[in-house]
């Protein structure tokens, strides 16, 4: 892990509460697809767990399943490890990794996989590696929920606001703005803002690649390993099942 470049190396401080309105929209989705996970001997996978979202969700609605948490931010990874060791139920089901997805040391089986807003950071051909991964590691039954978050093809995103929380006698802004970068990527551009008052606290910068993908090619892609997808959800919640096919 010592040549991993965090991309959330300065916007960790603000991640954790501002994705917290996507799990508000869309958990209730996610949730009603992991209970069809077969939680049995085979552990469950939060990748890029991010500070717990997902993994909470995971051990909230299979309250008897092992959870593998997965995430290569050291930022991100502080606030997962401390919410799971906090929590006493957490700390006997929950192991947590540093590692990224692809460098993990997986188990052998996986009952299922959650893998929100994360796919945008592997390139196709890590994608191959990681659908290969997979394919060989779910148990009949199981399955990755992953999520294609827009724009799904590269295209100009105008800046617009992304979060706004208020804690204590502070709001935290953030902005987000994208334009085409090259093939299939884009980079982000986003600001982070903290304000008391009238008086600006802290102004972040951060920009990023990230690698859209359409249904279409999530399905080509997965197919050549012998997987499915199918949609699940709302359609603006961009999930999809990717599973062993029957």
């Keep these: 892990m010592a040549d991993y470049a965090d991309p959330y190396a300065v916007s960790g401080q603000f991640i954790d509460i501002m994705i917290a309105g996507w799990w ?7 949730a ?20 717990g979202w997902g993994t909470r969700l995971l051990a909230r609605t299979l309250p008897s399943a092992r959870i593998l948490a997965v995430e290569p931010s ?25 590692d990224d997805l692809l460098s ?54 105008e800046r617009a606001p992304m979060s706004r929380v208020e804690v204590g006698s502070r709001t935290y802004l953030g902005w987000a703005e994208a334009e085409p970068a090259g093939g299939d990527r884009i980079t982000w551009h986003m600001t982070y803002e903290v304000h008391e008052g009238d008086r600006l606290v802290s102004r972040d910068e951060v920009h990023y690649d990230w690698w ?33 096919s029957p």
């Design 24 to 30: 508000s929209h869309f958990g209730g989705a996610v």
């Design 32 to 51: 009603e697809a992991v209970r069809a996970m077969p939680a049995g001997d085979a552990p469950l996978l939060d990748a890029g767990a991010g500070g």
């Design 74 to 98: 050291p930022v991100l990874r502080a606030v997962l490890l401390s919410r799971i060791a906090a929590d006493d139920d957490l700390r006997t089901r929950v192991t947590v990794d540093g």
């Design 104 to 157: 993990a040391r997986l188990p052998d089986r996986l009952g299922g996989v959650v893998a929100a807003n994360l796919i945008g950071h592997f390139a196709p051909e890590e994608r191959d590696r990681l659908w290969r991964d997979l394919a060989g590691r779910l148990v009949p039954g199981g399955f990755a929920l992953v999520n294609l978050a827009p724009p799904v093809e590269p295209a100009r995103v």
């Design 212 to 244: 859209t993908l359409t249904a279409r090619r999530l399905a080509a892609e997965t197919a050549a390993h012998g997987l499915t997808t199918q949609p699940h959800g709302p359609t603006e919640a961009g999930l999809f099942t990717v599973a062993t």
